[in-house]
């Protein structure tokens, strides 16, 4: 049975274009997967703990070493790490911060990289490959080619180098140009915006659509 892992990231709630993104994608999927089921989780609202002196060292200490504390981050690393294991297909809502990827999304990337459950404790061969990983990106400004803040745009740079280690490899939808319709001084960029957007939702319904056959 096929299985989705559907998580977002935002802050904004109902008003984040990357959610709406995700749950229009999570639709879609569905529509193509009668029967499959669904995990979801919410960093925005239940961020996953940042590392600290008190757990990040978890990923380095023999378990019978383990402070309770760094016991506990283990544990919750191997949960993070079995929900990408249970999944063929992996959507993640990347709304960009400060032109970088929000802390809560650095923080899960961090917990999915220990050695034994998504690299080979041996070789450090990578053991998450093979699943379908889509960002849904969402960015207030313009940051395409010929845009002033081109190459300003720090997340979707950052994210596949971040988990190429451990065998995903992502591939990104955007709309751009998002704090257009309540920005005034962004007025004039409406348009684009619009048609940024436009262009995202047709890329997501297209996502699991069946190639036509020819009789």
């Known amino acids: 049975m096929s299985h989705l892992l559907h998580l977002d990231?935002?802050?904004?709630?109902?008003?984040?274009?990357?959610?709406?993104?995700t749950a229009r994608a999570r639709d879609a999927w569905r529509a193509a997967h009668p029967g499959g089921t669904v995990t979801y989780r919410d960093l925005g609202s239940n961020p996953v703990p940042h590392l600290n002196q008190a757990t990040g060292m978890a990923r380095g200490v023999a378990p019978q070493l383990r402070t309770p504390a760094q016991a506990a981050s283990w544990a919750l690393t191997e949960e993070l790490v079995n929900e990408i294991k249970e999944a063929d297909t992996i959507l993640l809502g990347?709304?960009?911060?400060n032109f970088g990827a929000p802390s809560t999304v650095k923080a899960w990337v961090d917990h999915l990289i220990a050695l034994g459950l998504s690299l080979d404790p041996e070789t450090h061969a990578p053991l998450l490959g093979g699943r379908d990983f889509v960002v849904l990106a969402s960015r207030g400004g313009g940051y395409a080619e010929g845009a002033p803040r081109h190459g300003w745009d720090h997340a979707e740079p950052w994210l596949p180098h971040a988990i190429s280690i451990i065998g995903l490899v992502p591939r990104f939808i955007t709309a751009e140009l998002t704090l257009a319709h309540t920005?005034?001084?962004?007025a004039e960029l409406i348009p684009q915006a619009e048609k940024s957007l436009a262009e995202a939702e047709r890329a997501i319904d297209d996502l699991w659509t069946p190639a036509p056959t020819w009789a």
Do not use: D, F, H, N
């Open 94 to 97: 990347l709304p960009l911060y």
């Open 9 to 21: 990231s935002s802050v904004q709630g109902e008003r984040s274009v990357s959610r709406k993104l």
């Open 183 to 186: 920005t005034p001084a962004m």
